[in-house]
């Protein structure tokens, strides 16, 4: 199925840097999603959006929900070693179909 | 509180023949959903369970089915195994429904001969 476009695909950044990534899509969503997996383990939901033009943080995380319901956006402030992983965007389309980003591998150099 | 488990971990199998996986939800999540995980083509959603009845589906063909019980745990089946299956699937729970809050398994990493 159509997958949301996720960029960048992959980040090399040094630790205490800022790290910006977004997801756009043809189409409106009703809700963005942004997660986090780390090798052999199942996505964590880090940021949950659920309007327009919405903006939430989660701790250094900053994410935001775009004024015309197609795009969002997910901020790490001061990058640690420990945000190393693959970061996806996903969100529920108007039919409350699941779409999800092809990730963005962030590795954070010490 | 014990997190979504997955089983079995690792499963090889051969073309043409079908397999079930396990999914046991976080204990009061009554919503159940199955995502396949390849690199290729990413994350992509089954379909979702929620108190024994499907509620949404994703695009794959019907040899894709699932079901879930009274107390939520929730099987996968594939039938008729293609080599493409090959693939890491997921199972997540929550609460109430998939746009929710997700809890996502560890997977069941599946080969396909």
């Known amino acids: 199925g159509q997958q949301l476009n996720q960029s960048p695909q992959s980040m090399f950044i040094q630790e205490g840097e800022d790290v910006s990534m977004n997801c756009t899509s043809s189409?409106?969503?009703?809700?963005w999603l942004w997660y986090k997996q780390d090798p052999g383990e199942g996505p964590v939901l880090l940021i949950a959006l659920y309007k327009a033009g919405e903006l939430t943080s989660n701790g250094r995380l900053t994410a935001q929900f775009g004024i015309t319901r197609k795009d969002s956006f997910l901020n790490i402030s001061a990058s640690i070693p420990s945000d190393v992983g693959i970061y996806f965007c996903a969100g529920h389309g108007l039919n409350n179909d699941m779409r999800f980003g092809a990730g963005t591998r962030l590795t954070v150099k010490p | 509180k014990a997190g979504v488990t997955q089983t079995p971990r690792y499963l090889i199998k051969t073309r043409g023949q079908q397999v079930t996986l396990s999914c046991s939800p976080i204990?009061?999540?009554?919503?159940v959903s199955w995502y396949q995980q390849t690199p290729g083509q990413g994350l992509q959603f089954l379909f979702e369970y929620f108190s024994e009845t499907q509620r949404n589906k994703g695009n794959f063909p019907g040899r894709f089915s699932g079901r879930q019980f009274s107390n939520s745990r929730s099987e996968m089946n594939v039938s008729t195994l293609e080599l493409g299956d090959s693939a890491l699937y997921l199972c997540?729970?929550?609460?109430?429904?998939?746009?929710?809050?997700?809890?996502f398994g560890p997977g069941t990493r599946l080969l396909v001969l």
């Open positions: 997540a729970s929550s609460p109430r429904g998939f746009e929710e809050t997700q809890y």
């Open positions: 189409s409106i969503f009703n809700t």
């Open positions: 204990s009061g999540h009554r919503s």
